[in-house]
T-cell receptor, first 111, second 115 residues
Framework: GDSVTQMEGPVTLSEEAFLTINCTYTATGYPSLFWYVQYPGEGLQLLLKATKADDKGSNKGFEATYRKETTSFHLEKGSVQVSDSAVYFCALGGSQGNLIFGKGTKLSVKP | DTAVSQTPKYLVTQMGNDKSIKCEQNLGHDTMYWYKQDSKKFLKIMFSYNNKELIINETVPNRFSPKSPDKAHLNLHINSLELGDSAVYFC??????????????FGPGTRLTVL
């Protein structure tokens, strides 16, 4: 079945460091791919998405490119801030309209 | 205006009790979902309803019963609560356009603690 694998956390970075969170997927067909973010004590918010191969999603300085050949959708940001501390979830669109999530990666950014 | 709202935000109860969580969306979406987030933050779909019709029912104990009185509401009723039901439950909604190409909007979550 469809699944998402993302790098285990936690990830701890200093402010202004470069961030990469790896995400790969297994799916039949060509699902939409998403990154959601969960700030402490809050629900999930869509960070960015890509609906077809080679699409690049971007928002708030974060980027991810839909790579069909490597079945990947890695999240990157050039310079993280303390306010980026959160749990990040990679997800794919399931065949029944649901989201299939990775296990989440907790990011802590230190000043 | 809150797009997807859930009540209550926190729910503490004893084993064996029956409880309900309510969800409402004012986005005009026709599909709603319940997800469960366990203590390790893992999120998994439980149910989805499209225009009041059950679409997804994952391997969830039949103590859990979703009810959708109309397409703006999806409630979750849980009978005979067990310790393992302690989790955060998220409601979400979307306008489904084939293989979840569209964004799902999530509620703030309900933290259920069973003692």
């Amino acid at each position: 079945g469809d699944s998402v694998t993302q790098m285990e956390g936690p990830v701890t970075l200093s402010e202004e460091a470069f961030l990469t969170i790896n995400c790969t997927y297994t799916a039949t067909g060509y699902p939409s791919l998403f990154w959601y973010v969960q700030y402490p004590g809050e629900g999930l918010q869509l960070l960015l998405k890509a609906t077809k191969a080679d699409d690049k999603g971007s928002n708030k300085g974060f980027e991810a490119t839909y790579r069909k050949e490597t079945t990947s959708f890695h999240l990157e940001k050039g310079s993280v801030q303390v306010s980026d501390s959160a749990v990040y979830f990679c997800a794919l669109g399931g065949s029944q309209g649901n989201l299939i999530f990775g296990k989440g990666t907790k990011l802590s950014v230190k000043p | 205006d809150t797009a997807v709202s859930q009540t209550p935000k926190y729910l503490v109860t004893q084993m064996g009790n029956d409880k309900s969580i309510k969800c409402e969306q004012n986005l005009g979406h026709d599909t709603m979902y319940w997800y469960k987030q366990d203590s390790k933050k893992f999120l998994k779909i439980m149910f989805s309803y499209n225009n009041k019709e059950l679409i997804i029912n994952e391997t969830v104990p039949n103590r859990f019963s979703p009810k959708s009185p109309d397409k703006a509401h999806l409630n979750l009723h849980i009978n005979s609560l067990e310790l393992g039901d302690s989790a955060v439950y998220f409601c979400a909604s979307s306008q489904v356009g084939g293989r979840a190409s569209n964004e799902q909007f999530f509620g703030p979550g309900t933290r259920l603690t069973v003692l």
